[in-house]
């Protein structure tokens, strides 16, 4: 950056807060494993907050954060339909679970779970730099 950043404004701020809301976008992934893609929509901060209180506070951090990685695949990943093809009691029978967010633990296995999470999060601007400190 510049030493030419203008001073941010509540009116921006608002701007962004307003600009980003409701608009959903999808993004083509490769899932190496079984050489297809997926496509995945964006995840906007207050969706992830509500997912993060449906995992809990039960468990290691490690099974809190890939129980949150499966919810977020759930939500997600657009192409195959996960949260609507997974609701069907048949193929969650198939694949031997108990629960539609089960059902996608079955289907990935861990790494692949953070992966496509990590891309989900990057493509909705949650996990990327944010700021920048300036030097006088």
């Known amino acids: 950056m510049s030493n030419k950043t203008k001073k941010?404004?509540?009116?921006?701020?608002?701007?962004?807060?307003?600009?980003?809301e409701d608009k959903i976008e999808t993004k083509e992934v490769r899932v190496i494993s079984i050489d297809k893609?997926?496509?995945?929509?964006n995840?906007?901060?207050?969706?992830?907050?509500?997912?993060?209180?449906k995992v809990g506070?039960?468990?290691?951090?490690?099974?809190?954060?890939?129980?949150?990685n499966g919810y977020i695949c759930y939500e997600c990943v657009t192409e195959p339909?996960?949260?609507?093809?997974?609701?069907?009691?048949?193929?969650?029978?198939?694949l031997g679970a108990s629960s539609p967010v089960d059902a996608v633990s079955k289907m990935l296995n861990f790494k692949e779970r953070a992966e496509i999470t990590k891309a989900i999060m990057e493509f909705s601007d949650l996990n990327a730099d944010t700021i920048e400190v300036l030097k006088n």
Request: cysteine-free.
């Open 43 to 53: 995840l906007s901060q207050d969706k992830l907050m509500e997912l993060i209180d």
């Open 37 to 41: 893609t997926i496509i995945i929509r």
């Open 8 to 20: 941010a404004t509540l009116a921006d701020f608002i701007s962004k807060a307003t600009d980003k």
């Open 81 to 94: 339909n996960l949260k609507e093809e997974l609701k069907d009691a048949e193929i969650q029978k198939q």
């Open 57 to 68: 506070d039960k468990g290691t951090d490690m099974e809190q954060g890939d129980k949150l």
